[in-house]
């Protein structure tokens, strides 16, 4: 038996052992406990759909950077927030690359947000520029499942 029909019979024992108890649920409960079903529910997402949403959610992370630091945005948001700049030496190969290819792109190019796969992390980077110079590059790792649920 795989583990999605193992846990739908286990939430649907746990409903009937609940009501037929005696006990009822109060609206409070029932709401929680069909958020918690929903959220089980296995969806069907395109790589399309999550890469939109993973641009959505990056673009509204980066406005609350702009009101407030990262390590509340990382925590508000369940996502790790890195900032890479030309003082940066210890970030990750990963994220290097991506600051290196902001940095070196031809002159006159548009630099633009952007979202790459990493295993089960989106990263959304996007370039910080003032007085037409790149000062450095936002990386936010948004879990996958951050972004499917908010679908």
Not at 9 to 22: A, H, S
Not at 69 to 93: C, I, Q, W
């Amino acid at each position: 038996m795989n583990g999605s029909r193992m846990m739908r019979i286990v939430v649907f024992c746990l409903i009937l052992l609940i009501t037929g108890c005696g006990g009822s649920l109060s609206d409070e409960q029932r709401k929680a406990l069909k958020k918690e079903m929903e959220n089980r529910e296995i969806k069907k997402v395109s790589e399309e759909e999550l890469f939109e949403k993973a641009y959505q959610l990056g673009r509204e992370y980066v406005k609350q950077l702009r009101s407030t630091n990262s390590g509340a945005v990382a925590k508000k948001n369940n996502v790790r927030v890195r900032f890479a700049d030309s003082n940066n030496a210890e970030l990750p190969e990963k994220y290097k690359g991506i600051w290196e290819a902001y940095i070196h792109a031809p002159a006159g190019t548009q630099l633009e947000d952007n979202v790459q796969q990493n295993g089960d992390t989106l990263i959304y980077s996007v370039p910080v520029i003032e007085e037409e110079q790149l000062k450095g590059v936002w990386l936010i790792d948004i879990p996958k499942k951050n972004v499917v649920l908010a679908l």
